[in-house]
């Protein structure tokens, strides 16, 4: 990757692994390193999409299909001079792949949590017990073989450290 580009740094993995709070907690370092950095919320851009009348559902097959608007946010941010931080579930080969191909400059970062110790921490028990459609029990995650960055979440380290370390790594991308 070169330097004086825009990235899209796309943080990924199950429900409840420390997605969105990771993202949020490296905002603003990553904005310091490389300049102004919208956050998306995998959850809000669904949202967003269902306010422009986009009715993806919870299945793979809507997940999938949800990926090419998304492509579209995510590159039109890109292409205005706006870095992104964009969490989202994502363990899906397909949309990985459409991404990976369509999007200059991005940077996947893999959170691997097991969804036993997800389920253990109880931070999103309604959804893993309640819900359908759950990426990582209903439906198999599509784990990445080479993403640029792995991240362990196992619930036994602050997510400050966590955080630490994945500013860490990204410095070696960014």
Request: glycine letters at 6%.
């Amino acid at each position: 990757m070169k330097k004086n580009k825009f990235f899209c740094i796309i943080i990924f993995g199950l429900s409840g692994s420390g997605k969105s709070t990771l993202s949020k907690m490296i905002h603003k370092k990553i904005e310091k390193k490389i300049g102004k950095t919208a956050l998306l919320d995998g959850d809000r851009v669904r949202k967003f999409l269902k306010q422009l009348g986009f009715n993806f559902g919870y299945k793979k097959k809507d997940r999938t299909k949800s990926a090419i608007p998304v492509l579209h946010i995510l590159n039109y941010l890109l292409e205005h001079n706006m870095n992104v931080l964009y969490n989202n579930i994502c363990l899906n080969k397909k949309i990985y792949n459409l991404w990976k191909s369509n999007i200059k400059n991005i940077i996947y970062v893999y959170i691997k949590t097991d969804v036993k110790k997800i389920i253990q921490f109880g931070k999103k028990n309604k959804l893993y017990l309640e819900e359908k459609n759950v990426v990582g029990l209903d439906i198999k995650p599509d784990i990445p073989k080479k993403p640029h960055i792995t991240i362990e979440n196992n619930f036994d380290r602050s997510l400050n450290n966590i955080s630490n370390e994945l500013i860490s790594k990204l410095n070696k991308f960014i």
